[in-house]
Nanobody, 130 residues
Framework: EVRFVESGGELVQAGGSLRLSCTAPGFTFDGYAIAWFRQAPGKEREGVSCIGSSFGNTYYRDSVKGRFTISKNSAKDTVYLQMDSLEPDDTAVYYC???????????????????????WGQGTQVTVSS
């Protein structure tokens, strides 16, 4: 069974940086949009960022624009999320998933459609202290 493996989460002070990584053993990213989602305690899961199969196709939710950068290493089938200027509201478990239906990042009402994504991993905890 294919599942993403996320890593890089830890406790960091506000204003700090982290780089998250995700890979999925046995799964080739080519041709699929890969996204980061997050879920904070008591809150719904939300799409954070997405990178499509085509160069330059990316998506960021408004609250992370200018602070987070998504990238991928196709040779390693690894997607990264560079998170700078972290804020306490960024505290959440961060998950990777693949859109098996689309190669580009698409949104509805400005948001990623979570149910289009698959191969969810266990997530990595990011905690930002104030």
């Amino acid at each position: 069974e294919v599942r993403f493996v996320e890593s890089g989460g830890e406790l960091v002070q506000a204003g700090g940086s982290l780089r998250l990584s995700c890979t999925a053993p046995g799964f080739t990213f080519d041709g699929y949009a890969i996204a980061w989602f997050r879920q904070a305690p008591g809150k719904e899961r939300e799409g954070v960022s997405c990178i499509g199969s085509s160069f330059g196709n990316t998506y960021y939710r408004d609250s992370v624009k200018g602070r987070f950068t998504i990238s991928k290493n196709s040779a390693k089938d690894t997607v990264y999320l560079q998170m700078d200027s972290l804020e306490p509201d960024d505290t959440a478990v961060y998950y990777c998933a693949a859109n098996l239906m689309r190669s580009v990042c698409t949104t509805v009402a400005g948001r990623l459609v979570g149910h289009e994504f698959a191969y969810w991993g266990q997530g990595t905890q990011v905690t930002v202290s104030s």
